[in-house]
C-alpha cells in the first residue's frame, strides 16, 4: 500500500500535469506575454504570479505562497486569473507541505464550478488524499464517494476508502471496499502485496461477525503473508467451530497443527494441543516430537503430569515400531483398505513419508474406508513432506470431494503446497 506522503503527491503530479493550456502558460510565459496573450490577466497579478514562479524555483515554497496570496488580494480575479494563481499555490503549498492549504485552495478551485471533466475526477482525488492526510477520515470517505460518482475508483482509492472506513467503524462497507482493493490490487498482478489488506478485511468481518469470510479471509492471508499471529486466530476459529462434530474436529485440528508445525507458526499453547490430539489421532510419534520441542521452549511445563505423558507417548511409539511389521503384512493380505490406512498412520506418525505414502496409495485403491477423507488427507500431507507437491494437491483436491466436511482444510493445505 502506497505511504499516505506518496499517495499526496502522486495526485498532485496528475493535477499539475492536467492543468490547461491558459494554466501552464501563466506558469510560464513572461510577464509581458502573459499581459499580452492571456486575456482577462492584469499585469499586478501576472507579476506575482510570475515572482511566485522564480520563488518556487530556488525552492523558496513559502515565500511563493506569500506572494500568491498577495495576488489573491487583488480580487475579484478573473477566471484565468484565478485558475492560474490557484492551481501554482496547490503545487507550492504540497511543496511546503502545507495541507491545510492544499485543500482550502482544491475547494475553492471547486467551488468555481469551473473545474470539470478528467480535471474535476483530479481534483477530487487529491482532495480525498489530502484529507486522508489530514485523518479527515469522515471528509476523506466522503469525498472518495464523490469521485466514485464521477467514473470509479483506483485500487488505491478503494485501499484509501477502505482504511477510511476502518478507522470510522464503518466495517460492513469497509468490507466491501476492501474486496474491491484486493481484487483491483490482484487483477494488476499486485497480489501478494495484499497482507495488509487482508488484515483490514480479516478484522471487518470479525466485527461484522461475519465467521465464514473472515475464515476464508484468514486462509488468504495464509496464502499471502503467512505469520503466526494469522495462524494463531485460523486455528482458534477452527477450534471454537459449534459446527465441527466430534468425529470431523480432530481430524480438522491435527491437519491445522501440522501446517503450522510445518511453516514454524505454532504458538506455546499449541504444542500440547497438537500433542493431545496426536494421541488422540492415533499418531503417538508427532506427540512425542510436540511434547519434548513444547518443554524444550517452555510451552509446556516439565511436570510429573506431562513427563508421564510423554513417558507413555514414547512407549507407544515403541509399540508401533514393535507391530508394524505384523501389522503391514496382514493388511496387504486383506482386500479392504482399513487396515492400510492405519499402516499409513503408524508410518506417518514414525516419520517415514514415503511408506505412509505408500500404504495410503494402498488404502485409497482398495476402498472400503471408513472416512476416506482422512486419509487422503494423511496421504496428501504425507507427499508434501516428502517435497511431491503435485501428487499432493490432487490428494488434497481427493479429500475434498471424499469429505465436505474437511474441504476448508483441505482447500488451505492445496493453496499452500507449491
Sequence with gaps: MMSKSSK?????????????????????????????????????????????QEAAKKGSFNDAIRLLKEAKAKAPLSPQEEQG???????????????????ATVDERLATGRVTGADLGRKLRLKATTQYSLRDYRGAAATFNQLSSQGGLTG?????????????????????????????????????????????????????????KRLQT????????????????LADV????????????????????????????????????????????????????MLEKGMANGAIKKDDRNNRLLADAKTQVERVKATLPTMEAEANAIAAGEPSAKVATAYFTLKNYSKASEAAKRGVNKGKLRRPGDLHMLLGVALVESKKGAEAKNAFKAAAVADPKIRSVADLWSSLTG
Design 8 to 52: 499526496f503527491r502522486a495526485s498532485l503530479l496528475a493535477t499539475l500535469m492536467a492543468l490547461p493550456f491558459a494554466g501552464i502558460a501563466a506558469l510560464t510565459l513572461s510577464t509581458d506575454a502573459v499581459a499580452q496573450s492571456q486575456g482577462g490577466w492584469r499585469k499586478e497579478v501576472a507579476e506575482k504570479l510570475q515572482a511566485a
Design 85 to 103: 494563481v490557484n492551481e501554482y499555490l496547490i503545487y507550492a503549498a504540497s511543496s511546503a507541505r502545507d495541507h491545510k492549504l492544499v485543500l
Design 156 to 212: 488505491d482509492d478503494l485501499t484509501l476508502l477502505g482504511t477510511c472506513q476502518i478507522q470510522l467503524h464503518d466495517f460492513r462497507n469497509a468490507a466491501t471496499t476492501l474486496e474491491r482493493a484486493i481484487a483491483a490490487k490482484d487483477k494488476s498482478g499486485a497480489g501478494a502485496k495484499t497482507g495488509p489488506l487482508l488484515e483490514m478485511l480479516n478484522s471487518a468481518y470479525f466485527k461484522t461477525g461475519n465467521d465464514a
Design 218 to 233: 484468514l486462509h488468504r492471508q495464509m496464502a499471502v503473508a503467512p505469520k503466526q499471529s494469522v495462524f494463531k486466530q
Design 238 to 289: 477452527y477450534e471454537k467451530d459449534p459446527a465441527l462434530d466430534l468425529v470431523v474436529k480432530p481430524v480438522i485440528m491435527i491437519n491445522i497443527y501440522r501446517l503450522g508445525a510445518s511453516r514454524g507458526l505454532l504458538s506455546s499453547e499449541h504444542y500440547a494441543k497438537y500433542a493431545e490430539t496426536a494421541l488422540d489421532m492415533s499418531s503417538p510419534g508427532e506427540a512425542v516430537a
